[in-house]
């Protein structure tokens, strides 16, 4: 909805000039965090691939030589373990569940650092008006405070009033310091967001135009990428449960051996004897039932159901919670633009029109209170529509959009 506001403009030698869009998708290509944390999915990837594997067959050998004569026996055996549960589909199943809650964490944090870049962008358009203002504002008084010391010199005025205009105009400029140093230290933490270099100057077009009320809508939790990612977490968690259980039983061992005894038979001699046998072996799980490793992963489970649940909750009072800010700061703008605003610019139209006619009781006291009001209006304004941007950002991504 935000894209429809903001225009590109090339980027400028030494700036970079981005739309809200714009910038988003250069972010989303360029910050170094977001890659580094998309290798977490090709580690999930190579566990699953690792998975649900059996063991390595084991090859055994035996000799037993005798030592007072030519007597030997000889013994090679093939064993291959196996689960007597369903250990290995179990471990399957929870790293495919990790891989996709690697996938949707990515698309969560994707998601995140999009609303931190638009949150930053209309921060920075918001403190470009308010720079905007106060210069124009400051650029006024300085020719009102040189118009009051002209007719203070020619002794038709107060030296007093151009003093306050003076005063006026150091203070919009006091003002307009502490604005860009506002404004630099946003472009310094939203610098990384973007990937770009320390030196690297910064700006956004557009403006914060008011958009229509969005209806009130249920948030669409499945679109969500961090419930998705909490959906997986807590699959991978009940199937780590499951595979806790499962390993209660070690794995049973089958196997293969061929033995060739060479023994002295008198009074035939040497006799040598093959034998061909089957290898069984049974664990009993008598010591170690893995008990704590099965308490362990059913909290784990129940923690990350109610971290759904919490989850569940919280983005609907976030979207909620931001429909109310839209609201009210539509009926701010509302009230601003159809009565508060015109009544302050028809004041301050009238008290200089009474002090540039020459008017009896005309005071250039009034007319600065009179632009003080009007300047705190406008102020109100920028700060209105920036809550109502923000809240928009917050909203559209409660709601998944």
Not at 171 to 176: A, H, I, N, P
Request: charged share 20%; with cysteine.
């Amino acid at each position: 909805m935000l894209r429809s506001l903001l225009f590109f403009l090339p980027l400028t030698a030494g700036a970079a000039s981005f739309t809200l869009e714009s910038a988003v998708s250069h972010a989303l290509r360029h910050h170094p965090d977001l890659a580094a944390a998309r290798c977490a999915i090709a580690e999930a990837r190579g566990r699953l691939a690792q998975s649900g594997r059996l063991p390595n067959p084991e090859a055994e050998a035996n000799l037993q030589p005798n030592l007072n004569g030519r007597e030997f026996s000889a013994e090679l055996g093939l064993v291959q373990r196996f689960p007597l549960t369903q250990r290995l589909a179990l471990e399957r199943a929870a790293s495919q569940a990790q891989v996709a809650a690697a996938i949707a964490e990515v698309q969560a944090a994707e998601q995140r650092l999009a609303a931190a870049v638009r949150s930053a962008a209309v921060k920075l358009l918001s403190l470009d008006a308010s720079q905007a203002l106060k210069e124009r504002l400051a650029a006024n008084s300085s020719q009102l405070a040189a118009a009051a010391r002209q007719t203070a010199a020619q002794g038709e005025g107060s030296s007093l009033e151009a003093a306050q205009f003076e005063l006026e105009a150091q203070q919009l400029s006091l003002d307009l310091l502490q604005l860009q140093s506002a404004r630099a230290d946003l472009v310094g933490s939203t610098r990384p967001l973007l990937g770009l270099p320390p030196s690297a100057s910064l700006s956004f077009t557009g403006n914060l135009a008011v958009l229509p009320q969005p209806q009130p809508a249920s948030p669409n939790l499945p679109a969500r990428p961090d419930y998705q990612a909490a959906l997986a977490r807590l699959e991978a968690a009940r199937q780590e449960s499951a595979l806790a259980r499962a390993q209660r039983w070690s794995d049973a061992g089958v196997g293969l051996s061929a033995k060739l005894d060479r023994a002295e038979d008198a009074p035939d001699g040497l006799r040598t004897e093959g034998l061909i046998g089957l290898k069984f072996t049974l664990p009993l799980p008598l010591w170690q039932q893995n008990q704590g490793r099965i308490q362990e992963t059913a909290a784990a489970a129940d923690r990350a159901a109610k971290e759904l649940a919490a989850l569940d909750a919280a983005v609907r009072a976030e979207a909620a919670a931001a429909l109310d800010i839209m609201e009210a700061a539509r009926r701010v703008l509302a009230q601003l633009s159809a009565q508060l605003l015109p009544k302050a610019a028809q004041l301050e139209a009238q008290f200089l029109a009474h002090l540039q006619s020459g008017q009896p009781g005309a005071q250039r006291s009034d007319l600065l209170r009179a632009r003080e009001k009007h300047l705190a209006l406008e102020q109100a304004e920028i700060d209105a529509r920036l809550s109502y941007h923000l809240a928009l950002i917050r909203y559209q991504a409660a709601l998944a959009r």
